[in-house]
């Protein structure tokens, strides 16, 4: 009986070992991303693609750990398709579908995000009154240097108005998100003061994210956001920050985003409705 009793433990220390080693090879990995977060002013981190996402594939591919980086800013969602990401200043706020706000746990699993670090900006200007969303970005376009650089974009100001939206939680087997935003939640905030966070991308990027200009909002008290569907602006100060450089982290081989049929034609349309 006591050879079994040596046997057992000796098993239980091998599978506590194998355990063990996982978790390890899990840490190394998460931690060798740590430093390219950690100096990627003027590099784009993306976790997924934004066709894979529009194509239905909203398993986590990794968790909040390599974009939740001081000074990081930027947008993306959650496993499931469970609200929308604003990302500001190293901080990650989830935007539900009843529109409340929370700071979810650095372990909850994301299939889609898009965050660069902003540190001394290549544009800062101080803006005026623009009457709608397609007026601020026609602003901006003639900020850049390049149209064929992505760009992160950081306006804090004051919103004459402000239109939102969010999408609920999704189950298997997921529709696309065309499908999943018919039940989506509009929030129309009226005046706010607030951060417009988000990214301009060139055509040459719709194989990975959406080309043109995707931006999200939280209010100044931290309250209620979303991704940005209308505003119009009173005044405030933007940042930018072009960017020259892509770092995409894709799922494994055994995921679903490895056998599903991702085109990137229509990601925009499905990105920006």
């Known amino acids: 009986m006591g050879e079994y009793r040596g046997l057992f433990f000796i098993m239980s220390m091998k599978t506590a070992s194998l355990r063990t080693l996982r978790r390890f090879v899990a840490f190394l990995a998460i931690a060798a991303l740590l430093p390219l977060c950690a100096s990627a002013t003027g590099k784009l981190l993306q976790v997924g693609t934004l066709p894979a996402l529009a194509a239905g594939v909203f398993d986590g591919a990794t968790t909040l750990e390599p974009i ?23 901080v990650v706020y989830q935007v539900k579908v009843d529109g409340s706000v929370v700071k ?19 544009v800062t200007a ?49 529709p696309t998100l065309a499908e999943a935003c018919l039940a989506q939640a509009e929030f129309t905030l009226g005046a706010q003061e607030g951060t417009l966070v988000g990214f301009y991308c060139p055509q040459w990027m719709a194989g990975l994210n959406a080309p043109g200009f995707h ?8 309250t209620a956001g979303g991704h940005a569907l209308s505003f119009a602006v009173e005044g405030g100060t933007l940042r930018i920050q072009e960017l020259t450089g892509v770092q995409v982290l894709l799922p494994g081989v055994d995921s679903a985003f490895a056998e599903s049929d991702i085109a990137p034609a229509d990601a925009h349309s499905k990105a920006e409705k």
């Open 68 to 90: 939740q980086r001081p000074e990081s800013y930027g947008l993306g969602t959650f496993e499931n398709l469970d609200g929308e990401m604003v990302v500001l200043d190293g």
């Open 104 to 122: 979810p746990a650095v372990a909850t699993k994301i299939p889609f995000a898009a965050v660069s670090l902003m540190g001394e900006p290549d």
């Open 126 to 174: 101080s803006v005026g009154s623009f009457a709608s969303k397609e007026e601020f970005q026609n602003y901006v376009l003639g900020k850049l240097q390049s149209l064929n650089h992505p760009a992160l974009l950081l306006f804090e100001g004051k919103f004459t108005a402000v239109t939102t939206r969010s999408v609920p939680a999704q189950k298997k087997p997921y």
């Open 215 to 222: 931006l999200h909002f939280l209010n100044s008290g931290k």
